[in-house]
């Protein structure tokens, strides 16, 4: 079954973009809210939760901008299918946003939605921007 395309974009106050990139890039960052232990090497992340690993694939990074990767398990190879982390900063009004890009089932898309949004909370906790 075809996956589709979901963006949610979440307002993270006017967090430095600096602080909110090492928290989205790095293993150090990413495993304070995403994940319970983050590695890599070379392009390959390991995302581990209650101690089941999930491989991810880097895809593309561009400082302070975004990071994007693939699940290397997922079903369809074919499909165009990712993660994404993008920060976007308003100038007129000098907030910064974190946008999430995922694809899910039609029908598990309200739960992933859940999932980003519980992720995202512990992260806002952790930046003080709740």
């Given at each position: 079954m075809a996956k589709i395309k979901y963006i949610i974009d979440y307002p993270m106050k006017s967090v430095p973009v600096?602080?909110?990139?090492?928290?989205?890039?790095?293993?150090?960052?990413?495993?304070?809210?995403?994940?319970?232990?983050?590695?890599?090497?070379g392009k390959k992340f390991t995302f581990v939760w209650s101690g089941a690993g999930q491989d991810a694939t880097l895809l593309g990074i561009r400082t302070y901008s975004y990071v994007r990767f693939r699940w290397n398990n997922e079903s369809d190879?074919?499909?165009?299918?990712?993660?994404?982390?993008?920060?976007?900063?308003?100038?007129?009004?000098?907030?910064?946003?974190?946008v999430v890009t995922d694809f899910s089932e039609l029908d598990e898309v309200e739960e992933s939605k859940i999932l980003w949004n519980s992720q995202i909370e512990s992260l806002k906790r952790i930046l003080g921007c709740l």
């Amino acid at each position: 079954m075809a996956k589709i395309k979901y963006i949610i974009d979440y307002p993270m106050k006017s967090v430095p973009v600096a602080l909110l990139w090492n928290y989205i890039s790095t293993p150090n960052g990413l495993k304070l809210w995403f994940a319970d232990e983050v590695m890599h090497e070379g392009k390959k992340f390991t995302f581990v939760w209650s101690g089941a690993g999930q491989d991810a694939t880097l895809l593309g990074i561009r400082t302070y901008s975004y990071v994007r990767f693939r699940w290397n398990n997922e079903s369809d190879k074919t499909e165009k299918t990712y993660f994404e982390l993008r920060i976007q900063v308003s100038e007129l009004t000098d907030t910064t946003n974190l946008v999430v890009t995922d694809f899910s089932e039609l029908d598990e898309v309200e739960e992933s939605k859940i999932l980003w949004n519980s992720q995202i909370e512990s992260l806002k906790r952790i930046l003080g921007c709740l």
